[in-house]
């Protein structure tokens, strides 16, 4: 009778773990229909801080066991600072080049998450990722927090699907990307941007 009531205890204990939802072999869709995702940058200089705002971040990222890969990309034309006759200098040629170059992309592939992705646990990971910015490819040090969360009546009031927020900041060196600081502007231009970026991904999402 005891070695019955054992052996009902672990098939429940199985059943019970067989149902709950894992992040693991997930693939999340980054394409939120109200575009409430933000990618913002700062320019310091010593005479103007200048900010800049996107909120058309699309992407994906694929988690298989305990690693992501993953790729995001943002449209130049998409970048606001809060000055149209700013913006248009931003786009031009001599900038970002949004005709020749329209958008701004980040990919990272196969990296290793530091513990598994758990309800609502934020795993933290310094990695590096390939960023390609007018026209140039290149690997940069980032910061990411990511956040999984299972579906609840509570998150569905954020979207539908199993969710996972990615939260990252980093720096990009502009001329190493080939955007000229004239003379003119030395002083009005750092020779760093510091990004940041807050994007939600759901299971549900369409590409």
Known sequence: M?????MLAAVLSLSASAAEPAASDKRFVFNDPNSRDTVMFVLDAPLEVINGLSNKVTGRVEVKGQKASGRFQVP??????????RDGHLQNDRWLDAAKFPDIVFEFKDVALPAPLANAKPVVLKTKGTFTIHGVTREEPVEVTATYLQETAETKNRAAGELLRVRAKFQIPLEAYGIKRTEALVLKVGERADVTVDAWGSTQFKP
């Open 76 to 85: 130049v034309s998409s970048i606001k600072t809060g000055n149209e006759t």
């Open 2 to 6: 005891f070695r019955s009531v054992l």
